[in-house]
């Protein structure tokens, strides 16, 4: 069974925010940028970001 990989790459002005399964992309994207890690995604840019096992969620509860 091969696993399945996801990747997300949020880019806004200068700000990128990149969530995902594959860490070698960022090894790969860490050799090129400065990177910060800041632990799991929660919240960016008005949008909640809520992750189950096979599904991530996003809702803008605050602009409805």
Known sequence: ???ETT???LVYVDDIVITGNIYHYRV????EFSLKDIGD???SLGIEVTRSY???YL???KYI
């Open 1 to 3: 069974m091969v696993a």
């Open 7 to 9: 990747l997300y790459v």
């Open 28 to 31: 790969l994207l860490n050799s």
């Open 41 to 43: 995604l929660h919240y």
């Open 54 to 56: 096979d599904c991530l």
């Open 59 to 61: 809702c803008q509860r």
